[in-house]
């Protein structure tokens, strides 16, 4: 069974980077330690104008897109 991490939307900094939406996994151990690293590493390398964090859906992980309390300038 795959276990998925998603990307909730793309915002500026992820389409100039060309990020990737989806990545699969075998197992959910593996999915929930890469969401994890892959948020921080998004709210590490871009702007700052947006903050990632993980949400669990079911045997998935959704990295959510949050504004507010950050600076107001990057576009989703």
């Known amino acids: 069974m795959n276990h998925h ?3 909730e939307k793309l ?3 992820a389409k100039k980077h060309e990020t990737q939406r989806i990545r699969s996994f075998d197992t ?5 330690e890469y969401a994890y690293e892959w948020a ?3 709210n590490t390398l871009f702007c700052g104008k947006h903050g990632f964090d993980v949400v669990a859906v079911d045997d998935n992980y959704v990295i959510s897109v949050e504004t507010g309390g950050f600076v107001e300038a990057c576009e989703i």
Do not use: F, G, I, N
Request: aromatic share 0%; charged share 30%.
């Open 40 to 42: 921080e590493s998004l």
């Open 11 to 13: 915002c500026a900094c």
């Open 5 to 7: 991490v998603v990307l």
């Open 28 to 32: 959910k151990a593996e999915a929930e």
